[in-house]
């Protein structure tokens, strides 16, 4: 759904600097927007000049350009006063401000006063400029090279400004990359950010939060039988392949791997060594890399290239294929990893299956889950996979909702990147055109916007 978004900007250029790929982005999402600029700077001789920038805004972009007044602002109730006028006329969803702790005084006292002004405005993002202090973002929004292509050529606008070092294309992008790997989104190279401080009221969390797509998500629906297949494709060796291709749930496929026997005549049998305990049934294909430390549990197949790092614990019935990884301090219990994976350092990973060339960032929790390839969890994010009142979970498979035979924690479909810090309910399925942004959570088909 549309939402009627305003932007609060102390000067022309101080909204497009900070939000400049949100704005953009918004406009692409179908939103309604204004910018309203506060004042034209400090110096009346450049007012004229800044006053022509704004109209070549306004003559170049589908987007509402205020102003309010020309001169700086010097009284805070006056600017309250003006500032929930503009307000209530516009009647925003969202309200994008300037951060309080500045050391450029109009940014100060429009931040106090917007704030203020717009208090009963559901969702806030406070945006920080160059004259920012003190500034520790809870959310990003990520941005692409288009959209930072965009944002360039929007500021380009603001032709006074140009001699001013970080509005010159190449500290515009430094920027938004510095942004873009602080949000820990830079696995396919590096990704733009701009980043916020958010800020939602209480009383309006339950509609206010939720991100609604602007259309229908499409779901992939060729995805399971082609990682039905996948799967398949691995144990081979130790199940026929219709057993697999003919089950209908994910947690089914899951649950298959409690029946495995992995003994074959590649592999061999590994023994315990002084450091690194071994019980029950464990194979190990010429080339697979053990640790000095750790404790494996079978039954357990390794295959050639496969790598346990050191103080790893690795519980079966587990297999991991050819180039997968498991890191330092990580503990992998009943799951199947395909050719590629690599779970990276401290990682809880219980009952799941991963496929190609996807990744698990240090720190996270994951439960009963169905990861596609070439996927990307980013550190911290946890997927539970239990309810709290015990019962059966939920899960959504695309866009239809069945009850599982116990736990479960999400579907994921190939290609997709979490942020840091995303949580994710049991039963919940994403696909890639699910727009993440870190700390998110995660619920069904749907996301709510950073906590």
């Known amino acids: 759904m549309p939402e009627r978004v305003l932007f609060i900007s102390p000067h022309p250029d101080d909204v497009e600097f900070a939000a400049g790929m949100t704005l953009l982005s918004r406009l692409d ?7 309203l600029v506060i004042c034209l700077g400090n110096n009346p001789a450049e007012h004229d000049t800044r006053e022509e920038e704004i109209n070549q805004v306004r003559e170049s972009y589908p987007y509402e350009v205020g102003l309010l007044d020309r001169s700086a602002p010097d009284d805070l109730h006056a600017l309250i006063v003006k500032l929930e006028a503009e307000i209530k006329a516009y009647q925003p969803d969202v309200l994008y401000l300037p951060f309080g702790e500045d050391r450029h005084q109009d940014h100060k006292i429009v931040s106090e006063a917007a704030s203020i002004a717009g ?16 500034f520790e973002a809870t959310n ?3 941005g692409n090279a288009e959209l930072l292509e965009r944002k360039i050529s929007l500021l380009a606008c603001f032709f006074s400004q140009r001699a001013k070092a970080y509005l010159s294309p190449n500290e515009i992008k430094a920027y938004a990359q510095t942004n873009g790997r602080n949000a820990l989104l830079y696995s396919d190279g590096v990704h733009y950010a701009e980043p916020y401080i958010t ?12 991100k609604t797509p602007a259309n229908d998500l499409e779901f992939d629906q060729s995805f399971l039988p082609r990682a039905y297949a996948r799967v398949a494709q691995l144990l081979a060796p130790f199940v026929d392949s219709e057993h697999i291709t003919g089950k209908t749930y994910p947690w089914e496929i899951i649950q298959l ?8 005549s590649v592999a061999s049998r590994v023994e315990s060594t002084p450091g690194l305990r071994i019980e029950g049934d464990v194979y190990a294909e010429p080339g697979a890399k053990l640790p000095l ?9 390794l295959c050639k290239n496969a790598e346990l790092q050191e103080y790893s614990v690795v519980m079966g019935p587990t297999f991991i ?7 330092y301090h990580s503990s992998v219990r009943a799951c199947l990893l395909a050719p590629g994976v690599q779970i990276g350092q401290r990682v809880d990973l219980t009952r799941a299956i991963i496929l190609d060339n996807s990744m698990l960032s240090h720190g996270n929790t994951v439960g009963d889950s169905f990861i596609g390839q070439d996927c990307w ?22 866009p239809k909702r069945y009850t599982t035979n116990g736990k479960y924690g999400a579907t994921i479909e190939d290609g997709v990147k979490f942020p840091a810090l995303v949580v994710m309910l049991p039963g919940s399925y994403v696909t890639p055109k699910l727009r993440l942004q870190i700390r998110d959570l995660v619920s069904g088909n749907r996301v709510h916007k950073g906590r």
């Open 29 to 35: 999402q179908g939103d309604t927007i204004k910018s």
């Open 119 to 134: 208090r009963t405005v559901a969702n806030r993002f406070y945006y920080c400029t160059p004259s920012t202090k003190r």
């Open 140 to 142: 990003y929004f990520i």
């Open 199 to 210: 800020q939602t009221l209480d009383f309006a969390r339950n509609t206010a939060t939720r």
């Open 257 to 264: 791997l409690g029946e495995q026997d992995f003994s074959n």
């Open 293 to 301: 430390t750790g404790v494996i549990q079978g039954p357990v197949y």
């Open 321 to 327: 294929a050819s180039g997968a990884r498991v890191g």
């Open 377 to 398: 969890l980013a550190g911290k994010t946890d997927v539970a996979n239990l309810r709290v009142d015990r019962r059966p979970v939920k899960a959504n498979i695309g």
